[in-house]
């Protein structure tokens, strides 16, 4: 069982920077590929980036290729979105997973967290 916690989220205008964090509990977390994913209200979940069990494989969205960009700190269990230039049609509810495989399919995933609000403004 793996509980995830997303914090970092905000207001931000267009342009400028986030960082988010997904604080991972239990001893397994280096075992998980992670991966992020955003949500708005009437849309399905969309991928965002995700990232290997070690850190070393990691995939974007083309809609954020360039301007985000995910790592992790298996010491620290937690994975992370750095997230610049940001732009109004970023805004979202950000959900951390965790997962056998580095992909971009939201089923794949096992366990999620309970998500972070980005608003950007223009």
């Known amino acids: 069982q793996v509980q995830l916690v997303e914090s970092g989220g905000g207001l931000v205008q267009a342009g400028g920077s986030l960082r988010l964090s997904c604080a991972a509990s239990g001893r397994t977390f280096s075992s998980n590929a992670m991966g992020w994913f955003r949500q708005v209200p009437g849309k399905e979940r969309e991928f965002v980036a995700t990232?290997?069990?070690?850190?070393?494989?990691?995939y974007y969205a083309d809609s954020v290729k360039g301007r985000f960009t995910i790592s992790r700190d298996n010491a620290k269990n937690t994975v992370y979105l750095q997230m610049n230039s940001l732009k109004p049609e970023d805004t979202a509810v950000y959900y951390c997973?965790?997962?056998?495989?580095?992909?971009?399919?939201?089923?794949?995933?096992?366990?999620w967290g309970q998500g972070t609000q980005v608003t950007v403004s223009s």
């Open positions: 997973a965790a997962g056998r495989y580095a992909v971009v399919t939201v089923t794949m995933y096992d366990y």
């Open positions: 990232i290997s069990r070690s850190g070393g494989s990691t």
